[in-house]
């Protein structure tokens, strides 16, 4: 399957946390928001120069080119000097205007959806499609159905819901959610997550599910997908 080059969104408003932007131009101008020349992906925030870096594909390759702005571009921690294109790749960390803004740069699938085999964790079998009256969740396809609609997740809300899937009714602790979730950001036996990060995409999940699946919080600790009694 095809999978889609796209930036994900670390810090940076007016976007969510972990907020999926697909790169669908050949070229992207990334910048801050303004009145003339908004850019094609535009951040609220000063220190972000209103054009401020691009990316861009060619020969089936994507770069990143700083245009001149005035704090700056990183990629992997190394600033970039002005209009000199650097290639990219798979998990690139992205900083604008040190750290104002912080992006990544990763491939998913058009709906913003992960193989299942990438996200799946070795020791976690898989299971048969579960159906919870207006609740559709199939592992297999990465197919959700809320009340009869196709719901659509980002990478990171999928492999936090299906993690909650696969142990169903058991508690979650968000040290397995960290390990599951985000496993690129463990360095040295830690984790570089924060509940805040956790809680926001449970939030995400939720509003998405309109409750049709109860996520019940553990405080301070993890989570537990139980059955929804409503139903």
Known sequence: MKHQACLVVRKGEPFLSYEVIPLSQENTVIGRHGSQGEPDIAFHNAFVSRQHASVFKRNNQYYIADLGSKHGTEVQGIELSPHVPVQLSESDSILLAKG????????????????????LSPEIPKVMPSSVDHFVLDVDRQF??????????????????DLLYQHRT??????????????????????????????SLVYRIRKKLKQQANIRTVRGSGYVLEENSAL
């Open 144 to 161: 959700c159905m809320v009340l009869g609609q196709e719901v659509s997740l980002s990478v990171k809300e999928w492999a936090l819901l």
């Open 100 to 119: 104002m803004v912080e992006l990544e740069f990763t491939h998913v699938v058009p709906d913003f959806t992960l193989e299942f085999e990438a996200i």
């Open 170 to 199: 058991m508690f979650v602790s968000n040290k397995d959610i960290m390990c599951h979730v985000w496993p690129e950001r463990h360095t040295n036996g830690v984790y570089d997550v924060g509940l805040d990060e956790i809680n």
